[in-house]
């Protein structure tokens, strides 16, 4: 089990009274605040916007706060956040156990969701997600909470943000992706410290690696290649900006055990090399 680099907050740190079986807190922020040290989460978060100003930061790409939007937290992305005095919002904390007991209901691979958590809402969308946040709340108020009614809201709130993202996503050329793209995004979720080479995620898609960059070329824009390398200097940023290790401990890490190969990887995808990038965040 890889030890992981990053401050990591979990839900016991937000509940006043935590109890093992608690898996879901509901909070409603209001105003100004700000968090300026970039950390994760054990844990899913959804936070539907009513108003606001500012910013969050999830995986060093700064979006804007707006009305009636919702933001996706996904367990293991580094995020933080500055938002201004007119910000209200309500935010849903989701132990993994029970995110992974809905998580099916979100209809698009979570590659998508990591890559594109801002999701612009119409009226209508907005009302009918807060009401089942609002039913969520009112539940775990209750002398006997129902988890199994919890975890049935969750879904329709899921099923609700996935109906709002495909429009979002069908304008990005997401939504009609092919299935063994997305079955490739998750791969390299799962491998890509490991593995850096299209043969090995073409060979695990039983197709060849011609075949997997014709099709990526196609659907994204760009080689398997990047995919793949474009994870990796994810988890290299996230590891430079909330961690401890030095760049050639961050590079084994990695899977790459040459420094300057490493340092010389990072500067031809991201313009600067990992020193510089550690000194800028």
Known sequence: MNKDHFPVLSMQEFGESWTPDLNLLYHELKGARQIEKAHKHD???IMLFESGNGTHTIDFKDYPVSAHQVHLVLPGQVHKWNFGRKTVAHQLMVSR???ESFSPSFRFTFAYYRNHPIIDLTKNAYQQIL???????????SKQVLWELIRARNEVIALL???AAEKQFKELDIHHTHPILNKFLSLIDRHFKEEHSVSFYAGQLNITPNYLNILSKKHFKVPATYLIQSRAVLEAK????ASDLSVKEIGFELGFYDHAYFTKFFKSLTGTTPTAFRLQS
């Open 43 to 45: 844990f899913f978060i």
């Open 238 to 241: 996230r590891l430079l900006q």
């Open 97 to 99: 156990t029970l995110f």
């Open 161 to 163: 943000v996935s109906k």
């Open 131 to 141: 009401n089942e946040i609002i039913a969520v709340k009112n539940e775990l108020g």
